[in-house]
């Protein structure tokens, strides 16, 4: 069966190409600007990765690259896609559902591998995640002495893991917190971030931003609370009101480095 998903603005649809392109130019980039061993530096070509996904029925939903588009002829930065599988495309998400998804990093200009990692997305806050947990793989592939086939065999290769991190969730969800428990969460993930003699309101980050975060206090529910705050800022855990994330690399260190947290609390919850 042949499937064409097409669209800009809606969640779950997945983008063509003209919409990629809007989002992140480089994506189509199919030169570098590597100089050091550039006989050996071959160029995994986002797009060329992306309709071989699409092939294997994940197909990007989202995409963004670092900064503003230079006036160099090379579009070398950084960017961002992610993946979902057709299943969730063609079964659209209750209000506090999520959905796992594959998400791929790479650049052309030698400064970073092609990463492949495990996802989430909750409908709810619209937000991405990306999970570091020790059970799920994330794999990254240098464009020295490979193949884009290694890329696409290490995508598959996460993908097959996206099982075990709704597991996860599911535990999650069912771990009730404390008020005290909670604010400890918030705490530990602030001084995850902040030096801790900076750190002067933490429970800040459980400041919801919506109705529907207003459920049961669990582990999964605080997460995303906390989380979402931490990308989104606007709140004062400091002396200073937190700013928007925005560089993909920081976005991803601050996101797995919290779902770590999380997911240890978890480990720990589940055995005491």
């Known amino acids: 069966m042949n499937i064409h998903f097409f669209g800009t603005q809606n969640n779950y649809s997945a983008l063509d190409d003209v919409s990629l392109l809007h989002a992140a130019p480089s994506i189509f980039t199919s030169g570098h600007s590597f100089k050091r061993d550039e006989h050996h530096y071959n160029v995994f070509k986002t797009i060329d990765v992306i309709d071989s996904l699409r092939k294997e029925g994940y197909y990007p939903v989202y995409a963004r690259s670092n900064g503003?588009?230079?006036?160099?002829?090379?579009?070398?930065?950084?960017?961002?896609?992610?993946?979902?599988?057709?299943?969730?495309?063609?079964?659209?998400?209750?209000?506090?559902?999520?959905?796992?998804?594959?998400?791929?990093?790479?650049?052309?200009?030698?400064?970073?591998?092609?990463?492949?990692?495990a996802g989430l997305f909750r409908k709810v806050c619209a937000n991405g995640m990306m999970v570091m947990q020790q059970n799920v793989e994330s794999k990254k592939?240098?464009?020295?002495?490979?193949?884009?086939?290694?890329?696409?065999?290490?995508?598959?290769?996460?993908?097959?893991?996206l099982d075990t991190v709704m597991d996860t969730v599911n535990e999650m969800k069912g771990i009730i917190l404390s008020e005290k428990q909670r604010k400890d969460l918030a705490a530990e993930i602030a001084e995850a971030r902040f030096e801790k003699k900076n750190i002067k309101t933490p429970e800040?980050?459980?400041?919801l931003r919506r109705y529907e975060d207003n459920w049961t206090p669990s582990l999964y529910n605080t997460f995303n609370v906390i989380q979402e705050n931490m990308i989104k800022g606007g709140q004062r855990v400091t002396d200073r009101v937190m700013r928007p994330i925005t560089n993909i690399d920081t976005d991803i260190d601050i996101n797995r480095q919290m779902w770590n947290i999380a997911y240890n609390k978890m480990n720990e919850l589940m055995v005491a």
Do not use: C, Q, W
């Not at 299943?87 to 209000?95: K, N, Q």
């Not at 800040?204 to 400041?207: D, E, G, K, P």
């Open 68 to 117: 503003k588009r230079s006036d160099e002829l090379i579009d070398t930065r950084k960017h961002m896609v992610r993946f979902t599988h057709r299943d969730f495309i063609e079964s659209p998400l209750a209000v506090n559902d999520e959905r796992p998804e594959i998400i791929l990093t790479n650049s052309y200009d030698g400064s970073s591998s092609f990463n492949i990692m």
């Open 141 to 161: 592939i240098r464009h020295i002495g490979h193949n884009i086939d290694e890329v696409i065999a290490a995508s598959l290769s996460v993908a097959n893991g």
């Open 204 to 207: 800040n980050l459980l400041t």
